[in-house]
Nanobody, 120 residues
Framework: QVQLVESGGGLVQPGGSLRLSCAAS????????MGWYRQAPGKERELVAG??????NYADSVKGRFTISMDSAKKTVYLQMNSLKPEDTAVYYC???????????????WGQGTLVTVSS
């Protein structure tokens, strides 16, 4: 069974940092892309950052503060979040586009989410 498991969320003061991790497990053949989304209360889920091959993209609201990276050997994607603001408070979800060893495609696999709260 293929799944994504996030970790690293929590409570942090404004200006602080957190690092989220998302590990993919199961009989994975190839991971085409991974990304982080977030959903704040009363708002729609939005893309925060994505990584595909050597390319990354970011939401304008997090550019210069957040960095996405991936360890392909560990099948893990990270989101380093610096200079956090109260408006970054949300549930953060990991997303992956991958293919398992049986050649079944998972174009949008989601993790369970991890809560990030930025508050003093």
């Amino acid at each position: 069974q293929v799944q994504l498991v996030e970790s690293g969320g929590g409570l942090v003061q404004p200006g602080g940092s957190l690092r989220l991790s998302c590990a993919a497990s199961g009989s994975i053949f190839i991971i085409n892309a991974m990304g982080w989304y977030r959903q704040a209360p009363g708002k729609e889920r939005e893309l925060v950052a994505g990584i595909r091959g050597g390319s990354t993209n970011y939401a304008d609201s997090v550019k210069g503060r957040f960095t996405i990276s991936m360890d392909s050997a560990k099948k893990t994607v990270y989101l380093q979040m610096n200079s956090l603001k109260p408006e970054d408070t949300a549930v953060y979800y990991c997303n992956a586009n991958l293919i398992v060893t049986t050649m079944v495609r998972y174009p949008e696999l989601w993790g369970q989410g991890t809560l990030v709260t930025v508050s003093s």
